[in-house]
């Protein structure tokens, strides 16, 4: 800690003037009450000092306490790539997932949780890190990944920029019943910033075929899954019942491995989409190059299909795959939304709604 140095000079300063006294039984003798020197500069200002020392020590830990506290609160806010967060005087920004960095044009940025303050030069800040904003302070905080979720406390202003907005189409879905959120207690649960795994691939092909309600109730038919836990075993089961999904492999004790917490790779999730538009595996598309074949059936872009090839993939881009393709053409031409509407698994006025006040275009 600073300034312990002036605490010392002012109890000398204090004791010099006879402001502190001492009984006698705590130095010299009873004949002598006068404080004996050698006890006054080894034993009582080190004592004094250290205790007032402590004080101040634990004052600051509570002072930092109450500023993380404080960051706790506040507005929490679904960000994506190249929107701006300007920060000024007394506002802060947490950062709770995704990527950012800050560019500080004037005044300091404090990194409370670090308890030191940014350089001037731009540069990424932590998540779950609490930044302040001092006094004539204007910082910028920048959106490097594709989404993210910050929470902010005080003024801010936002500049949006036109990337694709993967929360608003992950809102849509949502909202039509075909996408949910983790028990994450931020950012609506969506963790868009996190690969997904092989079951909540599966999770999503089911709602998108309309066969969700049907998997929750199939009771099984005695296949045993290695890796499946009880609350998904029922997807696994009715999936690999229905020839949606082969697992990876059967174990030594005669298991289907699932991989339920394995990575979904793009061309696993691809799949599942051209499976729910109705193509079939071998005559219309390989599991191997199920990006291309897509691409060549027109169920995806040319930008999708190099957004696939070229860059991580995360649940962003699986809310995207399955926004977008819920108006693509199904092999017989007719469109994945109104099958989904016509069994009841999707309330058309809801999904009419939903989609209208979206304006992301395709890559």
């Known amino acids: 800690m600073k300034h312990k140095e ?7 300063g204090a004791l010099l003037s006879g402001v502190v006294t001492v009984g006698a039984s705590e130095a010299g003798s009873a004949g002598d009450p006068l404080i004996a020197l050698n006890w006054l500069k080894n034993t009582f200002i080190p004592n004094t000092v250290s205790d007032s020392n402590d004080r101040v020590d634990q004052e600051f830990n ?39 960095e800050v560019a500080v044009s004037t005044g300091t940025i404090v990194d409370v949780t670090a308890g030191k303050e940014l350089p001037a030069t ?15 302070t204007r910082a910028a905080f920048s959106v490097t990944s594709d989404t993210a979720v910050v929470r902010l ?16 189409l992950a809102d849509a879905l949502k909202t039509m019943g075909l996408f949910q ?24 092909f089911l709602r998108l075929l309309g066969e969700e309600k049907a998997a929750l109730a199939y009771p099984g038919s005695g296949i045993t899954f290695a890796d499946v836990p009880e609350w998904a075993l029922p997807y696994v089961a009715y999936a690999y019942d229905k020839g949606y999904t082969k697992g990876q492999e059967i174990d030594d004790k ?22 729910a538009l109705g193509y079939h595996e071998t005559a219309d598309f390989q599991w191997l190059t199920a990006v291309a074949d897509a691409q060549n059936l027109k169920v995806l872009t040319d930008g999708e299909a190099a957004l696939l090839t070229d860059q991580p993939f995360l649940r962003a881009q699986v809310a995207y795959l399955s926004y977008f393709a819920l108006s693509a053409k199904r092999a017989d031409g007719t469109l994945l939304l ?4 016509a069994v009841g698994a999707v309330d058309g006025n809801t999904a009419k709604d939903a989609m209208n006040g979206l304006d992301s275009q395709r890559l």
């Open 6 to 12: 002036p605490v010392a000079l002012l109890l000398v």
């Open 153 to 168: 406390t005080g003024q801010y202003r936002f500049s949006p920029s036109g990337e694709t907005d993967y929360n608003a």
């Open 338 to 341: 109104d099958s989904l509407t």
């Open 62 to 100: 509570d002072l930092t306490q109450q500023l993380l506290s404080a960051g706790a609160s506040g507005t929490e806010l679904r960000v994506k790539r190249g929107d701006v967060l300007w920060m000024e005087n007394g506002s802060s920004l947490t950062p709770l997932a995704g990527g950012l």
């Open 181 to 204: 959120g983790s028990d994450v207690p931020y950012g609506s649960g969506y963790e868009l910033e996190a690969a997904p795994t092989r079951i909540q691939g599966l999770i999503m």
């Open 122 to 136: 731009s540069g990424n800040v932590a998540t779950d890190h609490r930044y302040l904003a001092a006094e004539e």
């Open 254 to 275: 005669w298991q289907v491995v699932f991989g339920t917490q394995d990575p979904l790779a793009p061309r696993d999730y691809v799949t599942f989409l051209l499976r």
